[in-house]
């Protein structure tokens, strides 16, 4: 299968929603990082995950390398949201990163 | 301010013309990486560097080559542009951690 798997590929949600993102991994990877994608095309940096859960406002993030997988949950989800959010995990050679297909997260109002 | 650029933004070529696309680093950074980003498709890795003329080909090189002779510095170079080589191009750094991203490229090829 897919070396990173992103699900689910597209998602809704009204405002002050919660929710969560997850990536599954077919090998053991060393690290993951979760973007989001904005309106304007940039990728914007939310988590650098090595091992264990970050935390940084309304969005939470954890690495379970043995496990082989990564999440993301948005808490109380806002307009602003909204977006394309891509996990990439890094193998054993920790410089070649490879990018889920990413899940389209729509905000409702 | 750690910062990815990218020139030109946009660009709009004709099949068979030659393209360059920049991207510099003021981080110091090692390590650089050129990816398309398609519809549906996420990021493609077309190319890595690891440093100053030590490049190696990714999951998509074929149609590309790259050109890194400065660590703050590294191009994409389309010699004969293909009409599927119209996407996004995203060039990134690393430290060996967390990747930085540039701001993309839209290169349209009629």
């Known amino acids: 299968g897919m070396p990173v798997e992103q699900n689910p590929p597209a998602l809704s949600l009204y405002e002050g929603a919660d929710s969560g993102l997850r990536c599954n991994f077919s090998?053991?990877?060393?690290?993951v990082q979760w973007f989001q994608q904005n309106h304007r095309g940039r990728l914007i940096t939310l988590f650098y995950?090595?091992?264990g859960t970050k935390e940084n406002g309304r969005l939470k993030s954890t690495f379970n390398s043995k496990e082989r997988y990564s999440t993301l949950h948005i808490k109380d989800a806002q307009l602003e949201d909204s977006g394309t959010y891509f996990c990439?995990?890094?193998?054993?050679?920790?410089?070649?990163?490879?990018f889920g297909k990413g899940t389209h997260l729509h905000v409702l109002p | 301010d750690m910062k990815v650029t990218q020139m030109p933004r946009y660009l709009i070529k004709r099949m068979g013309e030659n393209v360059l696309l920049e991207c510099g680093q003021d981080?110091?950074?090692?390590?650089m990486y050129w990816y398309r980003q398609d519809p549906g498709l996420g990021l493609q890795l077309i190319y890595i560097?690891?440093?100053?003329?030590?490049?190696s080909e990714g999951d998509i090189p074929k149609g590309y080559r790259v050109s890194r002779k400065k660590r703050e510095h590294f191009s994409l170079i389309l010699d004969s542009a293909k009409t599927n080589q119209t996407s996004v191009y995203f060039c990134?750094?690393?430290?060996?951690?967390?990747?930085?991203f540039g701001p993309g490229t839209r290169l349209t090829v009629l």
């Open positions: 090998t053991t990877m060393k690290s």
């Open positions: 981080m110091s950074h090692e390590t």
């Open positions: 995950l090595a091992q």
């Open positions: 560097s690891y440093d100053v003329d030590s490049n």
């Open positions: 990439a995990a890094a193998d054993t050679n920790a410089y070649k990163v490879i």
């Open positions: 990134a750094s690393s430290s060996g951690v967390e990747q930085y």
